[in-house]
């Protein structure tokens, strides 16, 4: 079971902020923060917190001074970063609608790729504009997607069809389940409680792309 003093021995040894932790491992600053106040990590992260101790994803080396024998004091500067390289393509968004998106196919940027993103070389972000996701995702939080893994119940996606000038239109929605004619959806942030739930249609929203973790705006 990792703990709130592995954590800490986490961050001093890798020399790391709160926010750079949650990029490695896909949560939130305030995620992390609560762990460190004492609150357990769910089980998948509890799996992200181990690997990265156990060296999976960085290993300490017994680095030494040139010309003389004693090791380095700060280890940290050993550890191989957990970031890959920049080259996750960040897409931008416009609001088309409530809680709709048009997104551009040309990238405005990259960013560092996150390591459980690994080797998905078609994997990407999204900046998210409108509240409806509020707080999952605010304005400018950068969506990072995996479109490779199936839809999943209880997970994040952002839904998707062609628009007719090379763009796509996409909705950011938690999946509660599907039929075969309906994604059944819900939103966090919507003017009234009724309206938190509803459905889409799957021959007009196609591909639903599972969120996997995100970057703070």
Known sequence: MITEQDIRALLEARGWRQAELASAIGVTQPTVSRWLGGQLPDPLAQERLRQLINGAYGTVSPVRQQGAGAPVENAAAAVQPVLGERDLAVYAAV???????????????????????????????????????????????????????????????????????????????????????????????????????????????????????????
């Open 95 to 217: 609001e088309g609608g409530p809680g709709d998106i048009f997104v551009s196919t040309d990238p405005i940027d990259r960013v560092p790729r996150p390591w459980f993103m690994g080797t998905v070389r078609d994997g990407f972000a999204v900046l998210v504009v409108g509240e409806s996701m509020v707080p999952a995702f605010r304005p400018g939080d950068m969506a990072i997607v995996n479109p490779r893994l199936p839809p999943m119940r209880g997970k994040d996606h952002i839904f998707t069809q062609e628009a007719g000038d090379g763009s796509f239109r996409g909705s950011i929605k938690h999946l509660r389940g599907w039929t075969q004619e309906e994604w059944l959806l819900e939103q966090y942030n919507p003017p009234s409680e009724d309206q938190r739930t509803y459905t889409l249609s799957r021959r007009s929203w196609p591909r639903a792309l599972r969120v996997v973790g995100k970057y703070d705006g």
